[in-house]
């Protein structure tokens, strides 16, 4: 069960989500986005929030061209996990391995609270911990995960049930209320709200670390 | 050799803060503001001569980096 966690300039959530990493068990490496390859056995790539390259041009897009990006993308090919969290969706989503784009949220103000919301799927290694139409809360934190995507794209994503986790009330205006959305192999999940910050009581919520030890259940059996 | 590409969102994708320049418009009295989209001019001073191979490099540009082409569009002008 090993998973890299990757710093890139203007990371900021990196630490806690190797923290919570840990904490499920998960022997975690820290990458550098300059680095070509990632530790060898790596099971989980874990990409973390932040603002990457300060958002320069839109966000995610710079980083998206990482040379460390190259290595994630060969690693997923091959199966291998990957999350991506808040600006690590977006990254995700700027590289092609997950579809759609981040944009503005609709109205306009970084928004930053607890958010409810609803697990639509179980069939994942990330979501195998909970029952789907189960409701959760884990924190938000972005001003740009207004979710957009052509109607062809979320047609499909529902009909192949990648839909991981819709807001129960929408903070952002993304389409069909989606926080997050699973690869076509169901390895690689993106998600704005941030599990890593919801692992300690004394953090508002535990909720987030059922996706972490689900994860590595399911690491560890492989 | 100079480039300019400008990006703008594809028609159809909400634009939410070009819909709130057109808002803070209306408020300041400019009246008959049907719609605003804002987008991105990026300016490229390229060492290349020839215009086609130029503004063919821009184009590669544009889809790997410049421009999102899931939710942007781009034009290229080179001077």
Redesign the interface.
């Known amino acids: 069960m090993k998973a890299a966690v990757i710093t890139f300039p203007g990371s900021n959530c990196d630490r806690d989500l190797a923290v919570a990493l840990a904490q499920a068990g998960f022997a975690v490496a820290r990458v550098w986005h300059k680095d070509h390859d990632l530790p060898a056995g790596t099971d989980l790539v874990g990409i973390p929030g932040g603002f990457s390259f300060g958002d320069y ?2 966000c995610g ?2 980083a998206a ?1 990482s040379p460390v990006m190259a290595a994630v993308k060969t690693h997923v090919e091959r199966g291998g996990h990957a999350i991506g969290i808040c600006n690590g969706f977006q990254i995700l ?2 590289t092609g391995l997950l ?3 981040l ?6 103000q970084f928004v930053c609270r607890p958010a409810g919301l609803r697990v639509t799927t179980a069939d994942s290694a990330f979501t195998a911990g909970w029952r789907s139409g189960q409701s959760i809360r884990l924190p938000i934190a972005h001003h740009d995960g ?1 979710y ?2 052509d109607p062809e794209g979320l047609a499909r994503l529902k009909g192949e049930d990648r839909i991981a986790f819709t807001y129960i009330d929408n903070p952002n ?1 993304a389409t069909g209320a989606i926080a997050g959305i699973l690869s076509t192999n169901r390895r690689v999940l993106g998600l704005m709200p941030h599990p890593e910050r919801a692992v300690e009581a004394e953090q508002g919520g535990t909720d987030g670390s059922v996706l972490f030890r689900s994860l590595a259940g399911v690491a560890q059996a492989a | 050799m100079k480039a300019r590409v400008h990006v703008m969102l594809k028609d159809g ?2 634009d ?2 070009g819909e ?1 320049v057109r808002h803070a418009l209306g408020t300041l009295g400019f009246a008959g503001v049907k719609g605003v989209r804002q987008g991105k001019v990026i300016d490229l001073d390229l060492s290349s001569t020839d215009r086609a191979s130029a503004e063919a490099e821009v184009r590669k540009m544009c889809e ?3 421009a ?1 082409t ?2 942007e569009k781009y034009t290229v002008e080179i001077a």
């Open positions: 041009l839109r897009a710079i061209q989503t700027e579809p759609g784009a944009m503005r949220n609709a109205g306009l207004n957009t995507i205006g | 994708v909400l939410p803060q709130a790997k980096l410049l999102n899931v939710i």
